[in-house]
């Protein structure tokens, strides 16, 4: 399908709703709606003085040409990180996809890639508004969620740039490679690092239980596994380094000191440094420079900062320059999604983006733009030698700036069903955005000695041959000098990432057991003998 103007719009006030027939100028009271087709790509603009907008919704009925008379299956992405839901199913209209949708027919599970087709829909990255889709038989519909928190976005006669659509339609080529060149279409330009990304992160055996001492022996590890790999690897310092754990201020408790001399160790030692930073949250009211007006007023207990009170993004610079200067190379940002929209997504934001009845300090700005432009801030106060990981960052809007992205919920150093679905789903499914937004973090692989190596071996291999970047988490003493020997291969592999990997059967199966890497079909065996585990016959 080819991209075009829409048939039908409908504008939501906090008041009233709006529907009618298509114009490429609309003008309801005070709000003016506008459409361009330029470059492949259909603009959508919005200006308004005084009504409060919520969102806008574009309808494509199709034509008796574009409408899909072939048995198809759909992909949608997710606002921020993967679940564990990800997946390609039939029609089902009320399914909401943010970002874009993959319409395919056929199975790339076969070889033969005659008669495929797959379209996309979608919206360019680091736009101005949530976006999501729904695929009906008879056409697709865009929501645009142009809120400014849980209330509508007051403009004040500013005009805003709500997105632009794109449409892809792609043939004779596997699903995967056409959702591959689809996300060049969504993110034409990317800011992906100079050399590749892997190493160690401490979390997934630590779990914030963690000193100056513990993190020197897991540099130890690090670099003893990767002597003689000419890429330096990267040893990060999760959560547990700071005086209140997930909150500010972002100075050290006493369990590890100095972090400029912490830094020079561990570079001196053979690794990158690399740290984690919380910025928007103060639930101890530590920061003694904070205002009220620079929290969210969401009646929470815990304090979350408004990303767009100039005041709280000279604040993110700040930490931000701060972390650099005492050495780190990489940063690890966490939790902003949660703390911007009041929730995570998978829990109580499974339709929308940001819980009801509040708004951010500067009610002129969407809460998709104020998230781009604080991402923005840590970029641009990071300095381009500095490597910016998101986690629960919303993917669309740090794609094309970030140089990774975490792009699913925590895998587990304890619960290999937990690392299952997490890990092995956002990396079967997130792997096509994999060096077109960014470098895809599909998540660690967390060695505690309470999951079997048998099965952490498995993500460990796909990981390392997956051409996206490979952490671990790996206890101290608890690896023998064979399983030493895999984690020192894998991390070889991983620190040049050149292989070519994605999955096979990924169209029927959420959780892909084949899997195609260097020309080779790989299958790996996810279950346990006992197999699924989900399903409680006692609750407690």
């Not at 007006?293 to 900062?305: A, N, Q, S, V």
């Not at 997504?345 to 998230?371: F, M, V």
Request: glycine fraction near 8%; hydrophobic fraction near 35%; charged fraction near 25%.
């Amino acid at each position: 399908m080819n991209i075009r103007y829409p048939d039908h719009i409908t504008i939501y006030t906090e008041t009233e709703t709006y529907k009618q027939s298509f114009e490429k100028n609309i003008k309801i009271n005070d709000i003016d709606l506008s459409f361009d087709i330029e470059n492949d790509g259909l603009d959508v603009k919005v200006t308004a003085t005084e009504t409060p907008i919520s969102y806008v919704r574009l309808r494509w009925n199709f034509t008796a040409d574009e409408k899909r008379k072939d048995a198809i299956k759909i992909l949608g992405d997710s606002f921020e990180r993967g679940y564990g839901d990800l997946r390609w199913a039939g029609i089902e209209p009320e399914r909401t996809m943010p970002w874009y949708v993959l319409v395919s027919n056929g199975s790339d599970a076969v070889e033969d890639t005659a008669g495929r087709r797959t379209e996309g829909f979608g919206v360019k990255v680091q736009c101005f508004a949530f976006v999501q889709w729904q695929y009906d038989e008879a056409g697709i519909s865009m929501w645009a969620d142009i809120r400014s928190g849980g209330m509508g976005v007051v403009l004040g006669g500013k005009t805003l740039d709500i997105c632009t659509v794109v449409f892809g339609d792609y043939k004779d080529v596997t699903a995967f490679k056409a959702g591959q060149e689809f996300c060049k279409k969504m993110c034409p330009a990317n800011n992906l690092p100079k050399h590749k990304i892997y190493g160690s992160n401490n979390w997934y055996y630590a779990y914030g239980k963690s000193s100056r001492e513990e993190i020197i022996s897991d540099t130890k590890i690090v670099v003893e596994q990767c002597k003689g790999i000419e890429n330096i690897p990267y040893m990060v310092i999760d959560d547990g380094w700071t005086i209140y754990g997930t909150n500010a201020p972002w100075e050290s408790n006493e369990k590890f000191g100095d972090m400029k001399t912490l830094a020079d160790e561990m570079r001196s030692m053979g690794a990158r440094p690399g740290i984690w930073v919380r910025y928007l949250t103060d639930e101890h009211f530590a920061l003694t420079e904070a205002k009220p007006d620079w929290f969210i007023k969401r009646g929470e207990k815990c304090p979350r900062l408004d990303p767009t009170h100039p005041e709280v993004l000279e604040y993110v610079k700040k930490v931000t320059r701060r972390v650099v200067d005492w050495g780190y190379e990489l940063i690890k940002h966490d939790y902003s999604s949660h703390d911007i929209s009041g929730g995570f997504t998978a829990l109580c934001l499974t339709d929308r983006y940001g819980t009801e009845g509040w708004h951010l300090y500067d009610r002129s700005k969407t809460t998709a733009q104020a998230t781009v432009e604080f991402y923005r801030t840590v970029k641009e106060a990071a300095g381009e030698d500095c490597i910016i990981i998101g986690c629960n960052t919303v993917s669309h809007l740090c794609a094309g700036m970030y140089e990774l992205n975490r792009t699913g919920d925590d895998t587990s150093g304890f619960d290999w069903s937990r690392t299952r679905r997490m890990g092995v789903n956002t990396l079967a499914f997130r792997l096509i955005q994999n060096g077109i937004f960014y470098m895809a973090d599909a998540d660690c692989v967390g060695i505690t000695g309470a999951i079997s190596w048998d099965l952490n071996k498995m993500w460990l291999d796909v990981l390392s041959k997956s051409g996206s970047p490979l952490f671990v988490s790996c206890k101290p003493g608890v690896l023998n000098e064979s399983e030493l020997a895999d984690l020192k291969e894998a991390w070889k592999t991983n620190s040049i990432q050149e292989n070519e990997c994605r999955p096979l059967d990924w169209m029927e199966n959420q959780f892909p057991a084949r899997w195609l890497i260097d020309g080779e079909e790989v299958y790996y065996n996810w279950y346990t003998e006992e197999g699924i585990d989900s399903f409680k016959p006692v609750r407690k």
